[in-house]
């Protein structure tokens, strides 16, 4: 499905019903928009590990401007305060209230803008292997450096810096480094996840060079008012734990899970515990006692 707005079309997808029998009633379920990581990739990285949240929330995919199925547009119009406006007036498009937000890696960082830009709009927040400022590129080279292979830190800043010069070279750069995104290597997820979304080279190198170097919301989060799920992994590499304790000590009132067997997805490898604690989040009320 596609929206004509704020001057481009976007892809999204729509999975669960919003409108349920409970007993003797019909009953309205909250709407979680997914926001996917990059930039470059799409929404086909929560699938279909999101799935099951379907039995408590309505999910609402979207491939960011320039992402996936969406338009190819300037990737100069790409910042994340345009991507964070496209998730409010689609939104609206929908029709829909007060949403809850989970997004994962770059994704967590529109979603943090989005917080800051339209909290009137925001039920809850799930912030996903993620952080709050550009400061995590030396944490993940820090980490790197520890943990990578001489092949891996050498081509490390060809993405990261904007550097790629054409798909063929993008599809080598993940040959190498993909494997430092899982603790545990399953060649078949890996193959799987890889190769599902529609890659967006222009706008992966555009953000990297020119957006992800000015990113930084730390001022803003202390000035939130919403409940936050914060989940980290220990074995995260592009964005450490160090980042996910940041985004908690700013947010007021965040809750921190951290996944002691997963890297940068802990949503497929350890599916069903993050499942649970997501679960657990999206049922609580806002003082953390849970509802129906």
């Known amino acids: 499905m596609f929206a004509k707005i704020n001057g481009t079309r976007l892809y999204f997808d729509i999975e669960g019903s919003g409108y349920v029998p409970v007993k003797d009633r019909m009953v ?25 949240l379907t039995e408590h929330v309505q999910i609402v995919y979207v491939d960011q401007r320039c992402n996936g199925q969406s338009e190819r547009v300037d ?9 964070a406006d496209d998730l409010e007036e689609l939104r609206r498009y929908l029709g829909f209230g007060r949403i809850s937000v989970l997004g994962h890696s770059f994704g967590g960082m529109v979603a943090q803008v989005y917080a800051t830009r339209h ?35 050498a081509v490390i800043p060809e993405l990261f810096e904007g550097r790629i010069e054409d ?18 290597q399953d060649e078949v997820v890996m193959q799987e996840t890889g190769n599902r979304p529609i890659g967006s080279l222009e706008v992966a190198n555009h953000t990297f060079k020119h957006f992800i170097p000015n990113y930084d919301v730390r001022d803003k989060l202390p000035r939130l008012r919403v ?10 590499w592009i964005t450490p734990i160090s980042q996910s304790e940041e985004m908690h000590r700013l947010i007021p009132g965040s809750k921190l899970v951290v996944f002691e067997q997963s890297g940068h997805m802990p949503f497929i490898e350890e599916h069903a515990s993050f499942l649970n604690k997501v679960t657990d989040f999206l049922k609580s009320d806002s003082t953390g006692e849970s509802g129906l």
Not at 29 to 36: D, G, S
Not at 125 to 142: Q, R
Not at 227 to 236: C, E, F, H, N
Request: with cysteine; glycine share 4%; proline share 10%.
């Open 28 to 52: 309205h379920r909250p709407v979680l928009f997914a926001v996917h990581g990059g930039p470059g990739s799409d929404h086909s990285d929560f699938k279909p590990w999101l799935t099951p």
């Open 75 to 83: 990737p100069a119009t790409c910042t994340l305060e345009q991507l």
């Open 119 to 153: 909290p009137e709009s925001l039920d809850k927040l799930l912030l996903v292997n993620t952080a709050p400022s550009k400061d995590f590129y030396p944490a993940a080279l820090e980490y790197a450096s520890r943990a990578a292979t001489a092949e891996q830190l």
């Open 167 to 184: 798909d063929a070279h993008l599809v080598r750069w993940w040959d190498i480094c993909y494997p430092l995104y899982f603790h545990v």
């Open 227 to 236: 409940p936050t799920l914060i989940v980290g992994a220990r074995y995260d």
